[in-house]
């Protein structure tokens, strides 16, 4: 069972791109809990964060 967080911890969406009819992730976001785990029922009430332009070491929001 894959876990889940609390609705009122923001998600964030990842960054992706297609490659040969196949889509890839950054480094961190195929696996991260920010985008996996479903978003609260309630739109409205959802928070969302945008994925950072560049990552150095590691996403700063990265949820493992």
């Given at each position: 069972m894959t876990p889940q967080l609390p609705y009122h911890v923001p998600r964030c969406k990842g960054v992706s791109y297609i490659e040969d009819n196949e889509t890839y992730w950054r480094e961190g976001c195929e696996q991260c809990l920010r985008r996996t785990s479903p978003p609260n029922p309630n739109p409205e009430q959802q928070q969302w964060v945008e994925p950072?332009?560049?990552?150095?070491?590691?996403c700063e929001y990265l949820l493992e």
């Amino acid at each position: 069972m894959t876990p889940q967080l609390p609705y009122h911890v923001p998600r964030c969406k990842g960054v992706s791109y297609i490659e040969d009819n196949e889509t890839y992730w950054r480094e961190g976001c195929e696996q991260c809990l920010r985008r996996t785990s479903p978003p609260n029922p309630n739109p409205e009430q959802q928070q969302w964060v945008e994925p950072p332009k560049i990552i150095t070491f590691f996403c700063e929001y990265l949820l493992e």
